[in-house]
């Protein structure tokens, strides 16, 4: 089964059920402050969940794209080194409004695994909030899953509400324990059961949360009941399309595949020449043109701070490992028709601004590959002495040649070493300050305010250098 029709059956099933197909929001929350990217199908139905807004539907249905690179969920630092994990990823999603709660959601998942998609149910386990004894007895007594295969997960990182079956948006926000569902890939693969010390490996996926919504957590910490309980579910559609497509990993489903290849051939054409095809390299750059594209397609552009800064550490990254590879001219860019070709169908939001993606990822590339050779020449001169990398390198790196200070940290982490990024913060810190003071003199002395433009940032000279676009949402 395609991922394209994993989608549009898992829709078809929850319309049959009931349930209203809403499209995915954008990964830019139109108007929620607590949050840099969306990250959940839950999102755009966050004032639902909280009362303040009102649906003519109560039972809804969603492909939600979602980027988890910052903020509460960020998983950057996984990509490549796990199965499972993306910067962008599809999210499948059911949800109730003060509906239907525990039992018909627990229900509707087994129905549509075990069903629909077939699902050997003896390779399922599910667990639950430590306390939650009725989710308990519903997986035991209603599906009839054996015992061996629920686990209690409870409260196993402190607090009383920070154990990994209690989820939340944010820091704020609306929020309740899961029930979340895992699918083993098999002894192949290395990873531990649930709820085990050994359970950080890709045998044992999560497939599916479901959140039984019941609380509101605000900034100080209270959690305020919800006025009626809710549902709101997550399925990772790669992950489920790896269990479908009889794979291990989500780099092996078909839409993956493709873009790899196209990742391979860009590489190459940019002075590679034959790169290996089974280099995570390859799978850092397949999954980071995914986050690059959707996010410009949906208003952001590469910038020094906020969701532009995000948005630009990606693409850097992405960058720095066709380098790795060999590259030494754009070809980051051309990825997005494959792209467009993968998911264009189901997105044609992203078929529309196909254009001007290629142009801004373009344009970025071409500021990067300015500084990129010098940066790395500096960087490996630094790791030459098999300590790490001390702050006012990474910070010089930062400055002069447009290393984000992740991406310093991720060439670090291949040759098992770090960075520190205590004393990089002081000096960017310090150079904040200069910047102000320096921009309050001016003004001090009647001239005109210039504000950081009085602080040199060698890159984003260039990058204002070459920038041609203006039209667009710039935070
Ligand atoms: P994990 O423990 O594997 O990091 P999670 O518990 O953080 O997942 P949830 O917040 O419960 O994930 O999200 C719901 C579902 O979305 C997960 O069950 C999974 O299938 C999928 N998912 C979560 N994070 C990612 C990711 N980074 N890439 C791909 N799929 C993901
Ligand atoms: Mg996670
Ligand atoms: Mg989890
Ligand atoms: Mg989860």
């Not at 509460?72 to 509906?99: I, W």
């Not at 997550?234 to 595949?257: C, K, P, T, W």
């Not at 992740?406 to 098992?416: A, H, S, Y």
């Amino acid at each position: 089964m395609k991922a394209a029709d994993i989608r549009a059956t898992f829709l078809k099933f929850f319309e049959s059920k009931g349930h209203a197909v809403v499209a995915s929001s954008p990964v830019v929350p139109g108007d929620d402050p607590t949050l840099l990217f969306t990250n959940a199908g839950m999102n755009q139905f966050k004032d639902v969940f909280l009362g303040f807004d009102k649906r003519p539907y109560q039972r809804a249905t969603t492909s939600q794209k979602c980027i988890r690179a910052g903020g509460k969920h960020n998983d950057l630092d996984n990509v490549g080194y796990t199965a499972r994990h993306h910067t962008f990823f599809e999210m499948l999603g059911n949800f109730s409004f003060g509906d239907y709660f525990k039992k018909d959601a627990i229900a509707f998942a087994w129905e549509l695994l075990t069903v629909h998609f077939k699902l050997p149910a003896d390779k399922l386990w599910a667990t639950v909030y430590a306390e939650d004894d009725e989710a308990y007895d519903i997986w035991l007594k209603d599906i009839g899953l054996p015992a061996e295969r629920i686990v209690r997960i409870g409260d196993n990182k402190g607090g009383r509400y920070q154990s990994d079956n209690f989820w939340m948006m944010g820091d704020t926000g609306p929020c309740g324990p899961c029930s979340e569902i895992f699918y083993d890939h098999g002894p192949d693969v290395a990873g531990g059961p649930p709820g085990s010390a050994e359970q950080d490996g890709d045998r044992y996926i999560e497939i599916w949360n479901n959140v039984f919504m019941q609380f509101n957590r605000t900034e100080d910490g209270v959690m305020h009941k919800l006025p009626k309980p809710s549902v709101d579910t997550g399925m990772g559609l790669e992950r489920l399309a790896a269990v479908l497509q009889h794979v291990h990993s989500n780099y092996e489903i078909d839409l993956f595949v493709a873009l790899l290849a196209a990742a391979k051939k860009a590489v190459d054409e940019a002075g590679a020449g034959d790169c290996d095809k089974d280099s995570p390299s390859l799978k850092v750059i397949a999954d980071h043109i995914r986050a690059c594209s959707f996010t410009i397609c949906d208003g952001v552009i590469p910038g020094n701070a906020g969701r532009g800064y995000v948005l630009r550490r990606i693409a850097r990254r992405a960058i720095r490992h066709g380098y790795k590879l060999g590259a030494r001219a754009p070809f980051f860019h051309k990825l997005v028709a494959a792209l467009v070709e993968q998911m264009g169908e189901a997105y044609p939001e992203l078929r529309a601004a196909e254009k001007r993606v290629t142009e801004v990822l373009l344009q970025e590339e071409t500021g990067f590959f300015r500084t990129i050779a010098n940066g790395m020449e500096i960087l490996e001169a630094a790791l030459a002495g098999g300590q790490g990398v001390d702050g006012d390198t990474a910070f010089k790196l930062h400055d002069t040649y447009g290393f984000p200070v992740d991406l310093t940290g991720d060439v670090c982490r291949e040759r098992g070493v770090a960075v520190d990024e205590a004393r990089f913060n002081e000096l960017l810190e310090e150079q904040k300050t200069r910047a102000r003071q320096a921009g309050k003199f001016k003004m001090a002395q009647g001239l005109s305010y210039e504000g950081v433009a009085t602080a040199f940032h060698g890159y984003e000279h260039l990058v204002c250098e070459t920038s041609r676009i203006t039209a667009l949402y710039v935070d």
